[in-house]
Antibody, heavy 115, light 107 residues
Framework: QVQLVESGGGLVKPGGSLRLSCTASGFTFSDYYMSWIRQAPGKGLEWVAY????????YYADSVKGRFTISRDNAQNSLYLQMNSLRDEDTAVYYC????????WGQGTLVTVSS | EIVMTQSPATLSVSPGERATLSCRAS??????LAWYQQKPGQAPRLLIY???TRATGIPARFSGSGSGTEFTLTISSLQSEDFAVYYCQHYNNWPYTFGQGTKLEIK
């Protein structure tokens, strides 16, 4: 069955950096668009970034454009999110997600930005 | 950016009754509309995609309808496990966006 396992979350100071990883299994990874979606504590869902199967098409939410970079390694079945210049408002659970209508989600990894 | 607006924010319904949740898009999204259920401490779960197609393993009491800008999720006979937060989401064009959610609570 499909599994998505995130890692890399933690506590970081404002202005700091963090790199999230997601390891996928149970499907042909390179065939699917993948995303990072976040949810701030007690809030709704926000689509952060989206990458095509080949990596040639990438989209970002305006709130993270220029600060976050999504990438993938299809040989390693892995998805990444490099987060720079982190702000308090980036505090959230970050989910790795498969597809456009998301049929598989990871368990989420918590990123806390605080001094 | 397409804004997705869900109503009501909170819906109180008794077990066994029908629940109707609404989602409106600020411009047409054709049928590129999905519904998710989220319970506390869990990732969302896909219920409906393409506005009206149930995802794998989703019970028949969940149904979706609509196209363009107006969409509805109906739960025909509420079970205890259905009380949760529900989100709609469009995937017509980037940026994909979610509604703010409807909390379905026990009356």
């Amino acid at each position: 069955q499909v599994q998505l396992v995130e890692s890399g979350g933690g506590l970081v100071k404002p202005g700091g950096s963090l790199r999230l990883s997601c390891t996928a299994s149970g499907f042909t990874f390179s065939d699917y668009y993948m995303s990072w979606i976040r949810q701030a504590p007690g809030k709704g869902l926000e689509w952060v970034a989206y990458i095509s199967g080949s990596g040639s098409a990438i989209y970002y939410a305006d709130s993270v454009k220029g600060r976050f970079t999504i990438s993938r390694d299809n040989a390693q079945n892995s998805l990444y999110l490099q987060m720079n210049s982190l702000r308090d408002e980036d505090t959230a659970v970050y989910y790795c997600a498969k597809g456009a209508a998301i049929d598989s989600w990871g368990q989420g990894t918590l990123v806390t930005v605080s001094s | 950016e397409i804004v997705m607006t869900q109503s009501p924010a909170t819906l109180s319904v008794s077990p066994g009754e029908r629940a109707t949740l609404s989602c409106r898009a600020s411009q047409t999204v054709s049928s590129y509309l999905a519904w998710y259920q989220q319970k506390p401490g869990q990732a969302p779960r896909l219920l409906i995609y393409a506005a009206s197609t149930r995802a794998t393993g989703i019970p028949a009491r969940f149904s979706g309808s609509g196209s363009g800008t107006e969409f509805t999720l109906t739960i025909s006979s509420l079970q205890s496990e259905d009380f949760a937060v529900y989100y709609c989401q469009h995937y017509n064009n980037w940026p994909y966006t979610f509604g703010q959610g409807t909390k379905l609570e026990i009356k």
